[in-house]
């Protein structure tokens, strides 16, 4: 309650028994969207840009340590250097990410989802009750944000002005990697201005809110350190869109459709 840099959105604090949740443990890539996006026969309610994305350049190198081991999506680029697809996807809005849920459990035949506020932020405090997962600040070394802006009292780092590869940084306790910085990352939840009358269940939020806006966690590349923190929150439109606007799925542990 009393954080560095916390506003009144993210109050009154509260606890919030989570269901069991499966997250994905990137932002959805580039390729999975586009996997997913191509399939006009799965449409449920929109057609989808199968490549929205503005950032279709090949990411810099260096690639940093940390990163994992193991490809970030069955289907995709196979050992060697990062490409393009392994971005995270943006450019696109609520309705979008919200289509590609419905694609994708109709491929499936399990229940995607956005998640809600209250299981993103679960997921990526991963048992932290600090700023961020790693601890009371962050550097340019530990996630993508706009680093040349300081939280605490750690050096100014890398502006990189554009998303990275997911799986580049380190993971949080749960093994989500990218949970702070690189994308914003749209919730299901309708927006409200504060956590009066919130859900104590960890479920989607909808009364009383402001019925075309949604809630986006986490920060991005573009964004300054203490807007990437674990209880910032941020809202847009459902129909806007940005070049730092992305989202990752869940699933309900044990369900199918």
Not at 65 to 91: I, N
Request: proline fraction near 8%; hydrophobic fraction near 25%.
């Amino acid at each position: 309650a009393n954080e560095k840099d916390s506003f009144d959105d993210e109050r009154p604090q509260h606890q919030v028994t989570v269901p069991p949740f499966f997250m994905g443990k990137y932002p959805v890539t580039q390729a999975q969207w586009r996997a997913v996006a191509s399939r006009t026969d799965l449409k449920v309610e929109k057609d989808l840009d199968p490549d929205p994305s503005y950032f279709k350049d090949p990411p810099k190198p260096p690639f940093l340590r940390g990163a994992s081991d193991s490809p970030p999506f069955e289907g995709g680029a196979r050992g060697g250097s990062p490409t393009r697809w392994d971005r995270p996807v943006e450019q696109v809005n609520w309705y979008d990410a919200i289509e590609f849920c419905a694609r994708l459990s109709k491929l499936t035949v399990r229940e995607y989802r956005l998640p809600s506020e209250a299981e993103w932020e679960y997921a990526c405090r991963a048992g932290t009750t600090t700023a961020f997962h790693f601890g009371e600040t962050i550097t340019g070394e530990l996630a993508n944000y706009n680093a040349s802006k300081t939280y605490a009292d750690e050096p100014k780092g890398e502006y990189r002005e554009e998303t990275t590869p997911v799986g580049q940084f380190s993971p949080n306790a749960f093994g989500l990697y990218d949970m702070h910085g690189n994308v914003w990352e749209w919730c299901a939840d309708t927006w409200h201005d504060n956590y009066d009358g919130a859900p104590r269940d960890g479920s989607v939020w909808t009364e009383n809110g402001y019925d075309n806006h949604s809630s986006l966690r986490g920060g991005s590349w573009y964004i300054d350190p203490f807007n990437c923190r674990s209880a910032s929150r941020y809202d847009d439109y459902r129909r806007d869109y940005s070049g730092d606007y992305g989202f990752r799925v869940v699933c309900g542990a044990g369900r199918t459709l």
